[in-house]
Structures are given as C-alpha cells and as structure tokens.
C-alpha cells in the first residue's frame, strides 16, 4: 500500500514534523451511542498496530520540552497521543492498549475536581461518562504518561472575562499540581476556543505549550501556545489513519480550516459554525 513509505516524515532534528493526535473517548459501548469523539475499543487497538508498525514512538510535550533543553534526543519519528477531558475509559480502555504497546500519551484534564462527569455533552445528547479521579490522574502520571489542564470547569475561555479566564486557566494548573505533585506544564483550550488574549494568559500562567484544535500553524512548535492537532474521530479506518499521520494532511487541513474561516468572518457568520463544521467533516 502507497502510505507504507514514511522515510520522507523521518523527524530527527525537524520537530516540527511531529503529529499531535487528538482522541477523546475510547469505549466498549453500543454503536449507537457514538460520536465522533467516542473511539471503539478495537479501533484505537487498531490505530496504536499501525503507528507500531509504521515505526512511530509515542512521546510527552515533556519530552519535547526536554528536547528543547538539550537532555533527550527525539525518536526518529515521534508522535504525541493526547486525550481531552480525562474520561474513566482512557484509563479503563485506552491504558491498557497503549502499554501493550509500550506507548504512553498526554491526559488533559479539568481543575475543578467536583465535576465527575461530562455535563458539556448534554446537549449532543450523549449517555452520561464518568471522569479520571485523583487517583487514577496520579496512577497515570506514575507510569509516564502527562497530565496537562484544561481549564478548571470546561469552558469557553474567550466568551468570560478576563478575571474569570484567568482563574480558569491559573487555577487549574494549581490543582493539578498538587494531585500529582508534579508540574503541569501543558494546556488544551477547551473546544479549541482562543483568541491572542486567552493565549497570553496561558503563556503568563506559567504553562509552555498549548493545544488548539483546528486552528493554529501547520507545523508544530511554531505557535507554542497554538499547536494544532489532528482530531482521529469514530470510524478512521486503515487508510484514513494513515492519510492523517503519513501524508502531509496536516498541512491541507489548515489551509482549508484559514479558507473556511475567511469565508465565515465574510458572511458575518460566527467562529462556532466553522468549528462545528469542521468538528463533522474530519
């Protein structure tokens, strides 16, 4: 098959080659309870055989920022494997699989530990899930993988003032820190929602790298705290995983992403009908 070659994305000594994936769920349950952003158990399996067998290695944006320093040298062909919101299943399901496969990945979760469920998923009508407790957050950090923040209670960062995003964002990284005694460094914009502004309070809250969605350059690391990610929704097969990872997708993603977006803010349209559209058309 064409997407066997993948010489050509050999990332030594060009980090910004390196692919920043983007799950969120990964379940065992009926099919007719999924989303785009629920991945079947078997699926992710199936994913984490290929980027196995395409040579992949999963890394941590802590390992990024080592390479940064000096201390660690990159892998030949890295990948970074996030999960937002920090559901049960990432570690029910999705850790298991990733240490089979001697991976590990970047755990985004939220500051406010209250919340224990996914109450931002009412309104697409999804079943009720359970979130990662403290717990589980510092089993995970032991065995290598990153907790990152995603602001303290799931919200929309550029829609609140500037005191309330700053608690957000400020805040959460506190609490996390003190549940894994360990520094958190990463943030992910909940919906991918930022603007200048909410990227300056991260950036001054002591994070030093942030995950967008869509939005941001093509190219990682060269918009620290706007790295774009490619979102891997229910139902990528073999081939649609591997036009993602191996073929310069991500470039094509963000030009159609800057196209769509020119053509909203033409028709006086608001930012969320892009990422809507975007979110289904994956």
């Not at 065995?143 to 995603?150: D, K, L, P, R, V």
Request: proline letters at 5%.
């Amino acid at each position: 098959m064409a997407l066997e070659g993948t010489e050509s994305l050999n990332v030594e000594g060009k980090p910004h080659r390196i692919r920043v994936l983007m799950y969120h769920r990964v379940i065992d349950g009926d099919l007719t309870e999924v989303h785009w952003t629920c991945v079947q158990t078997s699926e992710f399996r199936r994913h984490l055989e290929l980027l196995d067998h395409w040579g992949f290695t999963a890394i941590t944006f802590d390992d990024y920022r080592l390479y940064l320093t000096g201390e660690l040298n990159l892998p030949r062909k890295p990948i970074i494997i996030t999960f937002d919101d920090a559901y049960l299943d990432v570690y029910t399901n999705a850790f298991p699989i990733l240490q089979e496969f001697g991976m590990k990945a970047v755990v985004f979760a939220l500051g406010n530990r209250e919340i224990k469920e996914n109450t931002w998923d009412r309104p697409l009508g999804l079943p009720t899930a359970p979130l990662l407790s403290d717990q589980e957050l510092v089993e995970l950090h032991t065995a290598g993988f990153e907790i990152g923040a995603h602001s303290m209670n799931h919200t929309r960062l550029t829609t609140l003032s500037e005191e309330k995003a700053w608690e957000e964002i400020s805040r959460s990284r506190m609490v996390l820190e003190i549940i894994i005694n360990s520094p958190v460094r990463s943030f992910s914009y909940p919906y991918g929602d930022v603007n200048d502004s909410v990227k300056k309070m991260v950036r001054d809250a002591g994070y030093t790298i942030a995950c967008s969605v869509f939005s941001g350059p093509a190219a990682f690391g060269v918009e620290p705290f706007e790295n774009r990610r490619i979102a891997i929704p229910a139902g990528t097969n073999d081939i649609g995983l591997g036009v993602r990872v191996l073929l310069p997708y991500h470039r094509y993603g963000w030009l159609r992403w800057k196209a769509r977006s020119a053509l909203v803010r033409l028709n006086g349209k608001r930012r969320e009908d892009t990422r809507h559209f975007e979110m289904i058309d994956t």
